[in-house]
Structure formats: structure tokens, C-alpha cells
């Protein structure tokens, strides 16, 4: 898969999971944006070593394309803002209110991972970033995923390729 793919196919069908507020241009951004800083749209179980290939690599801990962590799952599934859109998801996709069945789950489920995502953005507090707040959404990434090693380098221009797909779909 890729970020042009994921904004076209999966995304939309993972926001229609979802009530109507949710589905934002700012959400579809830094939901790309993630993709893209965590996987690529590429991988699906994190990588350790040098490894490109899953077959290759030792596997980490970290699930679906935007690399979500077993800590992330209870994190939805506890949040008063999130826990009833967390269950209703979990009992349309058929699997138990259970974070170790969820975690292994996201691995090939995109629209339960992708909803896991979209949900752990609506913990947060404030407003997602516009097209202009790349460090507002480099902020909200780290608050959000907690990654292990971030690479704040690799986020303005992601963040940038994330806006350019969510606009050229607009026109």
C-alpha cells in the first residue's frame, strides 16, 4: 500500500466507521502523516535490524501501518472520549474487548487499525493541526504514539506529502 491508496480506499472506509465529526481533512492528514513516518504504508509489524523484508527481520512490537503498540490499544479502550466507539468497533469487526487479541489483530485488519489510530488522535485534548502546524502535529504525534526512537527529521515532509494527498483529493 501507499499513502495516495490509504487516503483513497482505507481511510474513508475506516472515518464510516465512525460519526461524521471525525472525518476531517485534519484527521486524514496526520493519520497519512503517521503512516507514512512510521511504515511508510509498507510494513505492517515493526522491523528491528537492518532487514527490509518481514520475512527477514526480527519482528517488534509494534502493529499495522502506523506501528501501534500494545499500550495503545487499552489506551483507546479506557479513555472516556473513545471507549464506546472503541467497543462498537470491536464488536462490528467481531473480537473480544481484549487488547492482546486487538494488538495481534491491527496487524491485518487496515480498518481496525486505522480505527485504533483515529481513535487515539481523539484522546487528545486540543484541536488536530492544520497544513500550517507541522510542529503542532509533530507535538501530537509524540503525545499520541509515544514512539521509542522519533525521528523529528523525517516529520516536516511527511506531514507536507500527508496535506498534498488530503488536498489534490479535494479538487
Known sequence: MDA???????????????PAYLHTPEAMAMLL?????????I???????????WWESVKGPARSFSQSELIGIPGVLEHPATRSMAITLCQRFGYPIDAGVLHRAVT???????????????????????????????????EAWRPGKPKP?????????AWEIVNASAH
Request: aromatic fraction near 12%.
Open 33 to 41: 502523516a503517521i503512516g507514512m513516518q512510521e511504515s511508510d504504508f
Open 43 to 53: 510494513h505492517r509489524q515493526q522491523l528491528i535490524g537492518h532487514h527490509r523484508n
Open 153 to 161: 527529521d523525517r516529520w516536516p515532509e511527511r506531514f507536507k506529502r
Open 4 to 18: 495516495v491508496t490509504a487516503h483513497k480506499f482505507l481511510l474513508p472506509a475506516a472515518s464510516n466507521l465512525f
Open 108 to 142: 491485518h485488519n487496515d480498518l481496525l487499525a486505522a480505527g485504533f489510530a483515529r481513535l487515539a488522535l481523539y484522546r487528545l485534548p486540543y484541536p488536530l493541526p492544520a497544513r500550517d502546524q507541522d510542529e503542532n502535529g509533530w507535538n501530537q504525534y509524540i
